[in-house]
């Protein structure tokens, strides 16, 4: 008889907590999460090469750190660096990085839907770039899974290598900028 309860609990709560975790497990090329609670950092490196002739959005490997936020208020803390070219025959092409917290782009930008960076020409160089992000208190789960953004222009194709991903949450201080 006992069983045949404990299936019946089994059976009832398996629908309520089966998406929940799913929601939660990483899509494969994703890197680590970042704990819901206190302080977290994630850092991913990648020294493989990676490139792209698309003029839309692309996310490189190692460009994705998911992050799944009760509470708050938080600070999101995102470095990223790589060495990168803009291969084009012309040498005029530009390719551009921009970062993206909870699906938003981060600020400041030079126009919507703009990049965060520029590269331009057949030369390897190297960038770093740096967004903070204030997020408020928020009662319910909310995303704030940071993704690298990269694109070309018309004709000319990014490279990107050695790519390094660092990511903070925790709690803001008067040196954030967050009020």
């Given at each position: 008889m006992r069983s045949i309860r404990r299936i019946g609990v089994l059976a009832a709560v398996l629908p309520i907590v089966l998406p929940a975790v799913a929601a939660l497990i990483p899509d494969a090329h994703a890197g680590p999460p970042?704990?819901?609670?206190?302080?977290?950092?994630?850092?991913?490196?990648?020294?493989?090469?990676?490139?792209?002739?698309?003029?839309?959005?692309?996310?490189?490997?190692?460009?994705?750190?998911?992050?799944l936020v009760t509470g708050g208020p938080s600070v999101i803390l995102v470095a990223f660096g790589a060495e990168g070219r803009c291969v084009t025959s012309s040498g005029t092409g530009a390719c551009e990085v921009a970062i993206e917290v909870g699906g938003q782009q981060t600020r400041p930008r030079t126009v919507k839907?703009?990049?965060?960076?520029?590269?331009?020409?057949?030369?390897?160089?190297?960038?770093?770039?740096?967004?903070?992000?204030?997020?408020?208190?928020?009662?319910?789960?909310?995303?704030?899974?940071?993704?690298?953004?990269?694109?070309?222009?018309?004709?000319?194709?990014?490279?990107?290598?050695?790519?390094?991903?660092?990511?903070?949450?925790?709690?803001?201080?008067?040196e954030d900028g967050c009020s």
């Open positions: 970042i704990s819901n609670a206190g302080s977290r950092t994630s850092s991913q490196f990648s020294s493989s090469p990676w490139a792209t002739d698309s003029a839309r959005w692309a996310v490189p490997p190692s460009g994705v750190v998911p992050d839907d703009g990049p965060d960076t520029v590269w331009r020409g057949n030369e390897w160089k190297s960038r770093v770039l740096s967004r903070t992000v204030c997020v408020p208190y928020q009662e319910s789960p909310r995303d704030l899974g940071v993704r690298v953004l990269a694109r070309s222009s018309d004709g000319a194709r990014f490279e990107l290598r050695n790519r390094r991903l660092k990511v903070e949450r925790r709690a803001p201080v008067a």
